[in-house]
């Protein structure tokens, strides 16, 4: 089945620096990627949006210029978290839209990427 | 506004008794919706997807059930195992667009 994955899975990085967040899709192509965050006992929250070529759509509240992402590839999204703080610890999920299938609709999600600002 | 609520919010249960999740959507119009099963620190793995015309569908020991008209969806765990221990979420797509509405989960331990 479809695979996505996430590098790294987890990432411990000091407040001030930034980290990236790869998302890729192993064996199709994602016109659209998702990233989410989740906090402990809690549902996903989608933050933005991620297109192939285009600008990523933010979700309301979201910073943008915290939250850099970059869909450069069908295979490819990065989710860069700027000046990071210990409140932008958390769990980062990806998923990706399979382009192409006849049912249109498919998502998969990565495993998740924690991570831990200190 | 478009929401996905899903009760209980947690549930406890015996291993090898069976148990039912709910959830109920106002997301319109509507287009597919889907089970996801958690485990923690883990990435949503799917276990089902139902669009508008079906109105059950079975993955091993999990089947879920879908009345649109009443706008409600049901997991339906059989034959539970510890493994079953996690959260499930169910997640309710609107047609037209890619947004996907997320429940707030319900999280499901099994005890030996």
């Known amino acids: 089945g479809a695979v996505v994955s996430q590098h790294p899975s987890w990432v411990i990085c000091k407040s001030g620096t930034s980290v990236k967040i790869e998302c890729r899709s192993l064996d199709f192509q994602a016109t659209t990627m998702f990233w989410y965050r989740q906090f402990p006992k809690q549902s996903l929250m989608l933050m933005a949006t991620s297109n192939e070529g285009s600008k990523a759509t933010y979700e309301q509240g979201v910073e943008k210029d915290k939250f850099l992402i970059n869909h450069a590839s069908l295979t490819l999204s990065t989710l860069t978290v700027t000046s990071a703080h210990p409140e932008d610890s958390s769990f980062y999920i990806c998923s990706a839209r399979e382009t192409g299938r006849v049912s249109g609709n498919t998502i998969y999600f990565g495993e998740g990427s924690w991570l831990t600002v200190v | 506004k478009n929401q996905v609520e899903q009760s209980p919010q947690s549930l406890i249960i015996l291993e090898g008794k069976n148990c039912t999740l709910q959830c109920n959507y106002t997301v319109s119009p509507f287009s597919n919706l889907r089970w996801y099963k958690q485990d923690t620190g883990r990435g949503p793995v799917s276990l089902t997807i139902?669009?508008?015309?079906?109105n059950t569908k079975s993955n091993g020991r999990y089947t879920a059930t879908l009345d649109a008209d009443t706008k409600q969806s049901s997991l339906h765990i059989t034959a539970s195992q510890l493994s079953d221990s996690a959260s499930y979420i169910c997640?309710?797509?609107?047609?037209?667009?890619?947004?996907?509405?997320f429940g707030t989960g319900t999280r499901l331990k099994v005890l030996a």
């Open positions: 139902m669009t508008f015309s079906e």
């Open positions: 997640v309710v797509s609107a047609s037209g667009t890619y947004k996907y509405i």
